[in-house]
């Protein structure tokens, strides 16, 4: 019997090469674990008019954990005109299963570590080591969006400012959710040796839901004398990651800004070839490298499949068993910075596969 239990969800597009070679490593370095795979995402949509099926849910609530690859999302009217045409005429609507599951799951706390591996080309400057902390169930993403903006709406006072013809979404923001959001973080700080965080917000303008977020923060910090806090407001900490990555430690924030600055933050450490992320609940997680699909690179066996490796880095950290996640990392690390094996982003021409097969090599030269 197999000390743990997988769920698999390679997804679309480039997710089943990168989780291949995911497997590759994780089997090299000696974890026993049975994966069971799972459907989700766009195929799973076009054919069954859902892209996170109630069996892939089962399958999530009967696992350890699961180890996610990639999909695909499209705009809404886009997904209806490509669902099977058996499915079509249900009215089914697209919703992103990724964001989804993270709700469903109760996975609040989006991990994104951003740290420049010694000796990468592509990094922006040496030594970023940052970690992104993003609110993953609320915020922008709450999934509360209307084409119109219904009639009830306009009995409620201030919104004649609303005009008729209006796409609205709603940015739902909680106190219970944001404080849980940052104390992750400082717990995060505390146990790992970081000396800051930042919370990051536009409390100047979005008064209501960002005030909200920064008075939660600021009450946490104030639990955490040891640790340094500030905010900052997100079109000025876009200019000063820039400026001086360095500055940077922990960062805090909702749903959106937390997407688009963890993008941000992977740039400067290489890009989405080495982005990986963590969704986090108490007793469950999803872990998978933070790009997409990229549809016009499937097949190619081309993609960077360390963001991949990295993930299951994490995913070991997460279940305990440390020493093998320190030496995927050690020999991610040693792959980098000998600057033999290198794919189309790092300017090499090294496979999807053959990347995961000189991490293979590089975790036995490891060996004490
Ligand atoms: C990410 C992605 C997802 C998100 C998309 C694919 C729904 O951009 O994980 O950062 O917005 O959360
Ligand atoms: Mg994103």
């Known amino acids: ?37 799972g459907d989700i995402g766009w195929e799973c949509w076009r054919r069954e008019g859902d892209a996170l099926p109630e069996r892939t849910l089962s399958l999530l ?25 058996v499915l079509q005429g249900l009215g089914l609507t697209y919703r992103s299963p990724i964001v989804r599951m993270r709700q469903l799951l109760d996975l609040y706390v989006c991990l994104r570590p951003c740290r420049a591996f010694p000796g990468n080309a592509l990094n922006y400057r040496d030594g970023i080591d940052l970690v ?73 303008v979005l008064r209501s839901t960002c005030g909200l977020f920064l008075e939660a923060a600021e009450s946490v910090a104030a639990r955490y004398p040891r640790i340094q806090f500030e905010s900052a407001n997100v079109d000025a900490i876009c200019m000063w990651l820039l ?82 996640a320190r030496r995927i990392e050690s020999a991610v690390g040693r792959v980098i910075a000998q600057g033999r094996a290198r794919t189309y982003d790092m300017g090499g021409q090294t496979s999807t596969l053959e990347m995961a097969e000189a991490v293979c090599a590089a975790l036995e030269d490891g060996r004490d």
């Open 1 to 37: 019997m197999s000390s743990y239990r997988i769920a698999w969800l390679p997804g679309d597009g480039v997710g089943p090469e990168v989780c291949a070679a995911a497997r590759l490593v994780l089997d090299a370095v000696g974890f026993d674990a049975a994966y069971l795979p």
């Open 243 to 324: 400026k001086n990555p360095l500055h940077y430690d922990v960062i805090v924030t909702t749903n959106l800004f937390g997407d688009i600055l963890s993008d941000l933050c992977a740039q400067m450490v290489g890009g989405l070839g080495f982005a990986y992320s963590g969704n986090l609940g108490e007793g469950y997680a999803v872990f998978e490298p933070t790009h997409g699909s990229a549809p016009k690179y499937a097949g190619q066996r081309r993609v960077n499949p360390l963001a991949t490796i990295l993930a299951a880095k994490m995913m070991l950290e997460w279940l305990g068993e440390r020493d093998k």
């Open 132 to 204: 992104v902390f993003r609110e993953n169930t609320e915020g922008m993403y709450c999934g509360v969006e209307f084409d119109r903006p219904p009639e009830e709406f306009y009995a409620v006072p201030r919104m004649h400012a609303v005009p008729r013809d209006a796409a609205i979404s709603l940015r739902s923001i909680t106190r219970r959710a944001s404080e849980r959001i940052v104390e992750a973080a400082f717990r995060y700080a505390a146990e790992h040796g970081r000396r800051k965080v930042t919370a990051v917000h536009k409390a100047n």
């Open 61 to 85: 609530r009967a696992t350890d954990c699961a180890f996610f690859g990639a999909i695909t999302s499209k705009p809404a009217a886009a997904a209806a005109r490509e669902l099977d045409p």
